[in-house]
């Protein structure tokens, strides 16, 4: 079983880098450098910010569907990130931390659900996708809570 996962698309963020504070707040999003402590993963570039890099730490709902499930919550993005696209790899900011994965119907209902916390995200993935009723996974970190990145089955075929 193929999966893929893409990074945001930038140009939906690009606006905020613009903004000032004020503009900013009333956004729900502040400005943020990263220190060198890192842990400031992008969700465009799918890693994680060099120290001293500018990013903009906003709410974003990765889960937009009218049921119960709908769900929104900060997350981080570089300045002119690039967008990540793995196919049957994973992404550094889904490596080396505890993940939540929640799997998703195609009505976005959620069907099941799993913890991966010693870097056994993959076989995580694949068990969840051999469920064919799972249309995709939303990965969050699992102690802080916010989105990581979506999960879908990929036959290699075209964009969309």
Do not use: W
């Not at 903004?19 to 969700?43: F, H, I, K, N, T």
């Not at 994965?101 to 076989?123: F, K, S, T």
């Amino acid at each position: 079983m193929t999966y893929r996962i893409r990074g945001l698309e930038p140009g939906r963020f690009a606006p905020l880098f613009a903004m000032d504070e004020a503009a900013l707040a009333a956004r729900l999003s502040r400005r943020v450098v990263a220190g060198a402590e890192g842990r400031y993963p992008c969700r465009v570039s799918l890693r994680d910010a060099d120290p001293g890099e500018e990013l903009v730490l906003t709410n974003f709902t990765n889960h937009a569907v009218d049921t119960p499930y709908r769900n929104s919550f900060a997350i981080f993005v570089r300045k002119d990130a690039v967008p990540a696209d793995h196919v049957d790899e994973l992404p550094s900011v889904l490596r080396h931390r505890p993940i939540a994965l929640r799997a998703y119907d195609a009505q976005g209902d959620l069907l099941q659900a799993a913890l991966a916390v010693e870097d056994d995200v993959d076989p995580a993935i694949r068990t969840l996708l051999a469920d064919e009723a799972i249309a995709h996974i939303d990965a969050h970190n699992a102690k802080h809570g916010c989105f990581a990145a979506r999960i879908e089955r990929y036959d290699g075929g075209r964009d969309d």
